[in-house]
């Protein structure tokens, strides 16, 4: 193995990881020669695969032209093509995009644009922007306000206004029937108690993840639930914010996770799979009704240096074309059900996995010591990152949170690129199997029950 040299770059830890070389299609090689196949396209973000030549060609004619303009100065042709091409993709009215770096920014851009509306429109007493637990919208401060997962937020509680909490729709942990519509009304009145608990008067918006991401591991939301909780919000008042910050773009095998309930929200926010992991880039797609009080009442007090880049621009509408021109949400929706359905197999031979879930090509299998309880494994096993070790070993990337809130409950996201084919998934779900088959024996002697 190359020997590296002291880095001065630090992240989350100090453990360093090989030195990438190369990426082409789902496949990725470090300086060594190894292969890596990218199983969760990076952090969910790789959406067409890596080193796409039309994506290329259109950022290198971008970068001859111009690769900044300040949206104070100038009007660029690229955020223009790009604005328009995502408002015709998005729910009829919402016709207003913002663009931002990241999902961070998305999710700040839309606290702020949904508090700024309110205002305008004289209803300054709504402030509240209620969120489910567990949930993940962010690493910034105002977005961390809004996300329930524990360890991330803890330290930072004392700087921040945390927001009311509902609880995430978890059918299989509730022993719940999730294709049962009693299923989805037990937790959209979760939602209904909490405003009038909180008062409508003060409630602001309601910030969701259609399927869940990181924090749930693909959570699909139970029958009944979207449609119930637009319906609430448009009866109290309340923004309904999409995050599909994960979700769109196709992800899910539709553009937006929404489409699937049919949604029509007030705002959504995307980054990920927007840009594909080109540039840094997202959006916030907004409605017209919210947009034309806020304009009106002096402006949006809020913006990013880099807002409409227009090299970024130029990237992400090459994405959108590449996903159109390829099928690839289509494919995402039927890679999806045979991933899904190998990942089933997968949880017939293993009892140490007690669900699997996703939609399209996010999807997740959670771990636990009983699937009849569905008891977690122990914490001090440290098992979802201990997985991504041993997968990662064999050239296998996968990503992995915990489910319950951050300190407990196990699970592993599979979301490969949605140019994926099916002998492609098959290698993914062959090494899944090598994987779990040493996680498993390793793990015997402090979980005998799960051999």
Known sequence: MTTQQKSHLFYQTRRRKPVLDQARGIYMWDVDGKRYLDGSSGAM???IGHSNGHVLEAMRLQMEKSTFGYRLHFETEASEKLAAKTA????EGLNRIFFVSGGSEAVESGIKLARQYAVAIGQSSRWKVILRFPSYHGSTLGALA??????LTEPFEPMMRMMPK?????????????????????YANMLEQKIIEEGPETVLAFFVEPVGGASTGALVPPKGYMERIQELCREYGVLLILDEVMTGAGRTGKFLAGEH????????????GFAAGYVPLGAMA????????????????HGYTYAGNPLACAAGLAVIEEIERQGMIANAARMGEVLKSRL???MQRYAIIGDVRGKGLLTAFEFVSDRRTMTPLPASLGACNRFVDIAYDIGLIVYSRRTRGGYEGD???VCPPMIVNESQVEEIVEMLDTSLRQFTAEIQSAVPQIA
């Open 261 to 272: 309930w049919d949604l029509a929200p007030d705002i959504v926010v995307m980054s990920k």
């Open 45 to 47: 973000v790789c959406n």
């Open 88 to 91: 015709s993709l998005t729910p």
């Open 166 to 186: 509902v609880p995430a729709p978890r059918a299989y942990l509730d022993g719940l029937d999730p294709d049962d519509e009693a299923t989805g009304l037990h």
């Open 146 to 151: 809004i996300t329930g997962y524990d360890p």
């Open 286 to 301: 907004a409605h017209d009704r919210v947009i034309e009080p806020v304009l009106d009442s002096g402006g949006f007090q």
């Open 344 to 346: 089933k197999d997968l």
């Open 411 to 413: 699970h592993i996201l």
